[in-house]
């Protein structure tokens, strides 16, 4: 994670720390919002943030704009501001983390028989004629 005591803004940290997590992170940032979806968005106040992997949105949060750009040089502000970034970087990369540990997982591979069998019926029938 970035210094514990530089004093960037919500926007950078965030941006930093996802960035040493994977250069797939994206964030965007929209000045508006759907009222259906973000009730309490208040145009001009407000921002829409998007945390995207590629192309693919996967995280989305409603922010003032002045906590997003401000550059935190109190120490209370900073606190405050890091813990809202760290439960979203956590959560980021714990699936991330998930997501690739379940795909290393080895699958059981067997083995075909080179024996070929022939059919019980066959045997069967086979064994009525000698008696």
Known sequence: MSNILSNCSYESYLKDNLGMISNKFKIKVYKRAGSEKWEGFKSGTDLRIQIRWEDREIFEFLVEKNFWYQINSNKEDRK?????????????????IKKKAKSTTT????????????????????????K
């Open 80 to 96: 405050y501001m890091r813990m809202w970034a760290d439960e979203k970087i956590n959560k980021l990369k714990s699936g991330i």
């Open 107 to 130: 699958k059981k591979v067997y083995k075909k028989s080179t024996k070929k069998n022939e059919p019980y019926t066959q045997n069967l029938f086979e064994k009525m004629k000698q």
